[in-house]
């Protein structure tokens, strides 16, 4: 038994009572219970852990990030560094590394995290105070609009966005490590902001322009017990919109156009947006408020029904990296910003641990293989900050570029990866009750106490790319209990609304067996229930039939009319010049066409591509439409762009006919 089996239990039973009774109805399995042996996520968790920590490090030390904080601790002379919200990316980085260390224990990144959280100690001021960009300008920093005090920038200059990343950090490495060195830096700092924020008269009324910190001081709540920081989580989100109370107000932008209880639909900034209904719905889940849940549950259910590409992201350019409003979904401007995705995974995960439905599930599966994974590439050491739905080869997506960059000035994207991939596991499996959830379907093993029972649960399956799934259910003893699977939500729609929908084919090959023999599972909220006494060694085979399925979108989206997507299991699918002379946006898919999967493990890291044949559109010299054949190759839509910077399309023409089908707007 290593020594981190023996402290986690440990550090969890220590627990104050508070922190332990009142939370998610459903509590999910922590991905340190979880172990992973999958041939499509075990090398991207060993390569962020081998190569995109250690080189997001690297860049935090190039940048000058992590001298930010050794010049505000007086350890060297300099002046501040980069842009005022650079001390968030260090610290996403060191909750990435805690991570990594409790599934792969490495005393040489446990010693660089010792050295790097004192320089970080050093930086804070005596109070508890700590921003580097204002300790090391002090008195003469500015933020445009502030006159460079403590707290006169909360709009746009992240003191307390920067530091609800700090504490999601310090509780991870308490959590892995047992030191208490990081998680003191947070308490200091969090007590000082519940100090000086809150409803008395002599106490500031702002909130965070950059919404983060709720998660972070819930977390410090579930470590310390400590009702404070669920307080002032509450107080920031009862903050918002109370220009009765506040004076001014930041507006849509930052999600504080009204009070949250009387918001209706997804506006402003994306990130910002889905880490605030994350937090909104932590505090939720502990003190029962059912207005933030109503709250919640609207917004979810307009970005769902209005918002969503297809991959499973939000945003858009030209709309303050949010969202642009109902239907405004284009292909080639899409943001789709990769830490919205990220944010949006988490709000995901903690809405179907409030209400235990499949169809927050199937979201999170969405985001996860599509518009989160395009995020970074398979080297572990380029990424995409926004993720597009189309490639013209001249309207420059990525910062000002067509291919993954190794940086960004604001890198809030690669460091928001190498935190959220080993984190991935802790979305597998949940437990409620005598219930015990499976959400996601990839290989390892995890174990859970279910009803009082000791349960170790075992998959085995090829997914994404194939549909059979195997699991082996191994109680101590024999033990009465259900198990819930999942149905994948794309077995009949993409998503639960009307925004998108398959063409009419019904799914067929569906099965399931227990030790053998045809199960007839009852079906409650998107899960298979089996209801039984297991016994060690149990096995339940499941194939969930991966056909290939053609995605209309709703006529209300302009971008998408007369257009048609591609998918294949919870993989959305995409044409790269790569694979046809280096045009794509000119390749048409009739109805009619079947398209063939195809495994090729020699492409791209081993994918499933899709072939058949398509038409290339051109006009004739009257004007009147036409077409050649070509030969179609479809790929992974996660897996565009690894082969250089290529044209690329998710959604293709049914007819060539143009008249008809509105041309893909270019940046031209």
Known sequence: MTTRQILLPLLLATLPLAAQTRDYPIQPVPFTS????????????????????????DKCEETGRIANFEVAGGLKKGGFQGIYFNDSDVVKVIEGAAYTLAIHPDPKLDKFLDDLISKIAAAQEDDGYLYTARTIADPNYKYPGSDGAR??????????????????????????T??????????????????????????HKGVPGHEEIEIGLVKLYRATGDEKYLRQAKHFIDMRGREDLRGKVYGTYAQDHQPLVDQTEAVGHAVRGGYLYAGVADVAAIT?????????????????????????????????????GPYQLSNLRAYNETCAAIALALWNHRMF???????YADVLERIIYNGFLSGVAMTGDKFFYPNPLACDMSFKFNQGGFERSPWFGCSCCPVNVVRFIPSIPGYVYAVRGDSLYVNLYLGGEGKAEVAGHKITIKQQTGYPWDGAVKLTVTPEKAAAFSLRLRVPGWLNEPLPSDLYHYLPRKPSGLQIRINGKPAEPTLEHGYWVLNRTWKPGDTVETVFPMQVRRVLCNEKVEDNRGRIAIERGPLVYCVEGADHDGKVLDLFLEDDVELTPEPRPDLLGGVTVLTGSAKRAHRKENNTPASRPAKLTMIPYYSWCHRGANEMAVWLPRSSDKAQVPPLPTGR
């Not at 707290?151 to 892995?176: I, K, P």
């Not at 641990?353 to 169809?359: E, N």
Request: aromatic residues 12%; negative net charge.
């Open 34 to 57: 979880v172990s992973v042996d999958d041939a499509f996520w075990s090398p991207r968790m060993k390569t962020n852990r081998e190569t995109t920590v250690g080189y997001c490090f």
């Open 178 to 203: 047992g030191k208490r060195s990081f998680l003191d830096v947070a308490i200091k700092n969090a007590d000082l902001v519940c100090k000086v924020f809150g409803p008395g008269p002599d106490q």
């Open 353 to 359: 641990l409030l209400h235990g439905d499949s169809k």
């Open 288 to 324: 029962g408020d059912k207005g933030y849940i109503a709250a919640i549950d609207r917004i979810w259910e307009d970005v769902i029904s209005k918002k969503l590409y297809l991959i499973g992201s939000v945003g858009q350019h030209g709309a303050g990296e949010g969202y642009a």
């Open 151 to 176: 707290w006169s920038h909360l709009d746009h200059g992240h003191e307390l966005y920067n530091v609800g990343h700090m504490y999601e950090a310090a509780v991870a490495h308490w959590r892995v």
